[in-house]
């Protein structure tokens, strides 16, 4: 494991919230080329942020946030993915396995780091609530290369045009995402 601190180490004070307001942060789409946060969010704006691209549970959230979009889009939200890597990984999701949002990629953690999505420990890779996520996404999804670090924590934040937090959900586990249906949900009310 790597010296970097996850979410439980850090201080909650620390870490921003539903109301505070994200630096703008550089990305990277699956071409190379670079974009901002910034340029991308233009009205409310749900962001899963992945483990990896391949990562099964993760491929799974993303899918069943794409089941929700046409709802979401008639309601104004839109959907903007981010991974850590695996560029190849996201463009087959967009082209080949029907995920209708851009997919981007983050390879120097900025969106991770502002958030505090670091690794989770690695003892909870055995619990029942873990193994119950990895099981789930079985029907939908498969395990693909992985191409960051296994322990990473996955999160899912909602954001306003000014880059504002209007949900944040940091992941404790493997496959750790709220409801899709929920998440769009939550943001449809604000």
Not at 19 to 36: A, F, K, M, T
Request: glycine share 10%; aromatic share 6%.
């Amino acid at each position: 494991m790597t010296g970097r601190a996850g979410p439980e180490s850090v201080r909650a004070a620390a870490l921003p919230g539903v109301g505070d307001r994200l630096d703008d942060v550089c990305l990277r789409r699956h071409d190379g080329s670079e974009v901002s946060l910034g340029e991308l969010v233009d009205g409310p704006t749900i962001v899963p942020i992945v483990r990896y691209y391949g990562c099964m549970p993760c491929r799974d959230f993303l899918l069943a946030l794409e089941e929700q979009r046409a709802l979401a889009e008639s309601r104004g939200i839109s959907f903007i993915g981010v991974g850590k890597a695996a560029d190849y990984q996201a463009e087959w999701l967009m082209n080949e396995a029907g995920v209708g949002y851009e997919l981007l990629v983050d390879p120097d953690e900025n969106l991770y780091r502002a958030l505090g999505l670091g690794h989770f420990p690695w003892w909870k890779m055995l619990a029942p609530t873990t193994m119950r996520n990895y099981l789930r996404a079985v029907r939908r999804s498969r395990q693909g290369r992985i191409t960051n670090h296994p322990l990473q924590a996955p999160g899912v934040i909602a954001l306003d045009p000014e880059l504002r937090l209007t949900l944040v959900h940091r992941g404790a586990t493997l496959g750790d995402y709220p409801p899709a249906g929920q998440v769009v949900q939550s943001v449809s009310s604000l």
